[in-house]
């Protein structure tokens, strides 16, 4: 293989490198879109299940587990799971672990997401059924006005990703040659 095609290769890998790397940032933005829709979708039923039910965290979370889709799913089941082995401890803290170890690992979530999520625990088991299903209300709120913040940020920043990403592939190829 000659110089020149084995440059030609390699100028091409970096293109495609970067691009893919673009669409992969801009993904994120999406996935995160995705995954604020799911979490807001299994808070309103997770407020339903209590004011409706008047059944035990335990048992609403395990049957939203089911129920929601995506990371909301994972969220209830690990809180059922928690709350299922953790007897001497408080649900707030129940709820702030289910949150960090369901959705805190390699997720699009913004740290600021988390914590308004991690929120929703604070009246849990703490407060009639009125205030608790009015604190997750707040917290779906906060997770709405995220979900704009989101959007918004989706909208604006995917294309600058793909297009940088693309620039950058070209500016490595053009630094081979």
Not at 78 to 100: K, P
Request: glycine content about 12%.
């Amino acid at each position: 293989m000659d110089t020149f095609a084995l440059k030609l290769t390699t100028a091409a890998v970096f293109v495609l490198a970067g691009a893919a790397g673009g669409r992969w940032q801009a993904g994120r933005l999406a996935e995160r879109v995705k995954r604020l829709e799911e979490l807001i979708g299994g808070m309103r039923l997770f407020q339903s299940e209590i004011y409706y039910t008047h059944e035990r965290l335990e048992t609403v979370a395990g049957r939203l587990a089911s129920a929601c889709q995506g990371c909301a799913s994972r969220l209830f089941l690990r809180f059922a799971e928690e709350l299922a082995g953790g007897e001497n401890r408080d649900t707030e803290e129940l709820w702030s672990g289910a949150v960090s170890r369901a959705l805190g690992k390699d997720t699009p979530l913004k740290p600021a997401d988390l914590e308004t999520l991690k929120s929703a625990g604070v009246r849990l088991g703490k407060d009639d059924i009125r205030g608790q299903c009015s604190y997750i209300e707040k917290t779906i709120k906060e997770l709405e006005v995220r979900l704009g913040e989101a959007r918004q940020d989706c909208g604006a920043r995917s294309p600058l990703f793909r297009t940088l990403g693309i620039a950058a592939g070209c500016a490595g190829a053009i630094l081979i040659f």
